[in-house]
């Protein structure tokens, strides 16, 4: 079956550090791949959409320059959160699609900025 | 830009009794719709979907119902349980774009 790992699944971070954190599909092929936060104070929002061979399309109040992202082949993304502060902290969700079909979730990475 | 409405933000039913979440969307070429379901501290998990081609899907108690006329979708739960208690999430796509446009959610609350 398709599934897709997360990992770390929790992590805690110094305020002004960087953080990086993975995700990885196994029985299909992730031709794209979302990154979405959900933190305490706001809904699920989606950070940016990775599709392969095609640049990376980030949402409104996020930027490459914070959250860096690299999905170099059909299984794997990372995504770094950098300089993270408090108002980073939250769940952040790996969604990966083979192309229309259903979005598959990892089990999340849970940051906590100190 | 495109949106995905999620009317009710709470819903709460009786157990035994069926619940019904509605969600609208803008895109007219919004094909795929499908349910994720998040139990709390947890990530989501997929429901059901439904595609353009079809106005009904049904999967054991899980209806879905598309209205492409109107732009609404519904998640029909026929007797309810506990363990249906979560956030439930819709969202739309058109074929030809991979994002998914996504609701604000519904929590609902199935009661004793």
């Known amino acids: 079956g398709a599934l897709v790992y997360q990992y770390p699944r929790r992590t805690i971070c110094k305020s002004g550090t960087s953080m990086r954190m993975e995700c990885q599909a196994v029985g299909f092929q992730a031709t794209s791949v979302a990154w979405y936060r959900q933190s305490p104070q706001k809904t699920f929002e989606l950070i940016a959409l990775?599709?392969?061979?095609?640049?990376?399309?980030?949402e409104q109040n996020f930027t490459q320059e914070k959250f860096p992202i690299s999905h170099p082949n059909l299984s794997f993304s990372s995504m770094t959160v950098l300089n993270a502060y408090l108002e980073d902290r939250g769940l952040y969700l790996c969604g990966a699609r083979e192309g229309t079909y259903e979005q598959y979730f990892g089990p999340g990475t849970r940051l906590t900025v100190l | 830009g495109e949106k995905v409405e999620q009317h009710e933000s709470t819903l709460s039913v009786r157990e035994g009794d069926s619940a019904v979440i509605n969600c609208t969307y803008t895109d007219t070429a919004s094909s795929y719709f499908p349910w994720y379901k998040q139990e709390a501290g947890k990530s989501l998990h997929f429901v059901i979907d439904i595609r353009s081609n079809v106005d009904r899907k049904q999967s054991q108690r899980l209806t879905v119902l598309l209205d492409k006329k109107a732009k609404r979708f519904s998640l029909h739960i026929t007797a309810t349980q506990p363990e249906d208690s979560a956030i439930y999430f819709c969202a739309a796509s058109a074929d030809s774009n991979y994002q998914l446009i996504w609701g604000s959610g519904t929590k609902l609350i199935i009661k004793p």
């Open positions: 990775s599709t392969v061979n095609s640049a990376i399309k980030y």
